[in-house]
């Protein structure tokens, strides 16, 4: 699962900020250096921030799920070997 979510994660920040790095330029000189820093930050921030959400998003869901106690065990299982 992680090796299909880590590429995931990373192209949907991507993509968010290279939306968030086109609006910003939209409607202004491309070729302006000051433009380009402040689109590039925008972008930037937007992924952060969603970053942080997904993030928070995951800490809420995992405590929910969450289990407390010690896990019960059945005596008359088989054993089970782990390797």
Do not use: E
Request: charged residues 10%.
């Amino acid at each position: 699962m992680r090796k299909c979510a880590d590429p995931l994660g990373i192209a949907l920040l991507n993509t968010i900020f290279a939306s968030v790095l086109a609006d910003s330029m939209a409607g202004q000189n491309p070729k302006d250096p000051a433009v380009l820093v402040q689109a590039g930050l925008d972008g930037y921030a937007a992924a952060y921030w969603w970053s942080a959400a997904f993030f928070a998003a995951g800490l809420i869901i995992s405590f929910a799920l969450y289990r407390r106690g010690v896990p019960t065990q059945n005596p008359d299982a088989t054993p089970t070997i782990h390797m």
